[in-house]
Structure formats: C-alpha cells, structure tokens
C-alpha cells in the first residue's frame, strides 16, 4: 500500500515541483493539495495522511500554526516543512516536525526526508509528541473545533472564555459557542499570554474582564465585556484575579 502524502504550499508552481519529485517513487502517492495551513488542518481530516510536506510562510494560517493543530489529532501524521527560510527551524521542530527542508529541495534529500518519515510508526510519533510539548509556549492564532461534521476555525482573540465538563471543553466566543476535546491544562499552557485561570474548569480572555462582583450568595463572580455570563472565581484562585484585575 502506498504512502500518502499532502502536500500543503500557497504556490502553484512549488505544488507540482514536489509532485513531480514524488512521482519518482512507487511507494509514495500525492493523496491531496492545499494553498494554506487552514485547507491542511481540513485536508488531514479528510483524506488522513501519512506524511505532510509543508511550506512555513502563507498567507491565512502558516505551516507553524497549521501543524500545531495536527499535532493534537487523535493520529497524528507526520510533517516536514519545506520552505526557502532557515531561521524557521527551531521553532518549526517545537511544532513536533518531523522534518524540515531547504528550498530548492533535492530529490535525494526529500527521499531521505519521507523514509525517516515512514519508519516511524504512529504510536512512536504520538510519544514523540508527548515528549517535545514540554515548556513550549504557543503562537497560536486559531481555536479548531468540529461542527456538524465540518472543522470551524476560531480567532483566539474571539474566545471570551474556556468552560470545562469532564472530557470536554465550551469555547464561548463572539459568535456562540463550541465543543472542543482539547484539555483546559493544555490550552492554559499555550495561552499563558493571554488567558487566566479563575476556576478549575475555566479560563478567561484577560482582556475580557472588567472587574470582580458578588453573587446574591456572596461568592466571587468575574464580570466581563459584552457578555452577561456569570462565572464564579474559586477562591484558590482568586488571589491571583484580583491582583490581575488591580494591576489593569
């Protein structure tokens, strides 16, 4: 059975050189394109790749982004970046890549890019996953969510707050609201920036809070810009809060 590959570039022209290098090869099969890493989060879903040969600079969402999100598939595939900048590569491999290429590419180079690749199985790149999460801080600029079968993407400066429930999490935003089954400890890593935890199933936008109320119970609640919603701050945490709020 062949490998499948996407292949993820903004340029037509770049698209068809890698295609044809790739033709070279039996074992290995071009399964679908995509102009920029929004089509490539969509794209994997759809047609579940092995391996993601992926530029870094397009306009939208970039290679960095897009393979962020991958990496938080149930089963991953492999990315390698290929791209014309070399000062992308630190944090292209924070990304967990798997790969990074230097444009123009080579054949003998992509060949030795895609059986590094191959050989490592699923599981062994789900662990690699793990292992290289630690300490890295995000620059994530999207929330992906599944709706009605289809991938909605969410500019994080939208998502007023990040609501959990057991295995999954609300992500209330100006348009609504959706179910993602990221984990709220991992979002609080990645945002770090720009979210802050008032209770153990939420994080709030810190640019959303207002100021601090009581409820007609006398518990902490947190106010926030444009929306009425009422979240209670738990008192672990409401030290933190209320120097946040002071400190505006």
């Known amino acids: ?4 590959i996407l292949v993820v570039d903004d340029e037509e022209y770049a ?4 295609k044809g290098l790739i033709d070279r090869y039996a074992d290995y099969d071009v ?8 089509e490539a989060v969509v794209m994997v879903e759809r047609f579940q790749p092995d391996i993601v040969l992926m530029d870094i600079t397009m306009p939208g969402m970039d290679g960095l982004e897009a393979a962020r999100h991958i990496a938080t598939m149930e089963m991953p595939p ?21 790969g990074y290429l230097m444009k123009p590419i080579r054949q003998e180079q992509l060949l030795q890019s895609l ?6 199985n699923r599981a062994q790149r789900l662990e690699m996953l793990e292992q290289r999460t630690g300490g890295q801080r995000s620059s994530r600029k999207h929330i992906c969510a599944r709706m009605r079968g ?3 993407l969410i500019p994080i400066e939208d ?28 979002l609080e890593t990645d945002l770090a920036d720009r979210f802050i935890r008032i209770h153990r199933n939420a994080l709030v936008a810190k640019s959303r809070i207002t100021g601090l109320t009581k409820s007609d119970v006398g518990r902490t609640q947190i106010t926030l810009d444009k929306v009425r919603d009422q979240l209670e701050v738990s008192r672990r945490h409401l030290a933190e809060v209320r120097r946040f709020v002071r400190g505006r």
């Open 115 to 120: 059986e590094q690749a191959r050989s490592l």
């Open 159 to 186: 998502v007023v707050y990040f609501q959990a429930d057991q295995k999954y999490v609300t992500v209330r935003h100006n348009g609504g609201e959706v179910i993602i089954e990221e984990s709220l400890k991992s």
């Open 1 to 4: 059975m062949s490998i499948k």
């Open 15 to 18: 698209r068809e050189r890698i």
């Open 78 to 98: 492999a990315v390698i970046f290929t791209t014309a900048y070399g000062e992308y590569a630190l944090e292209a491999f924070s990304t967990k890549a798997t």
């Open 150 to 152: 289809n991938l909605e």
């Open 31 to 38: 399964c679908a394109e995509a102009e920029n890493g929004a």
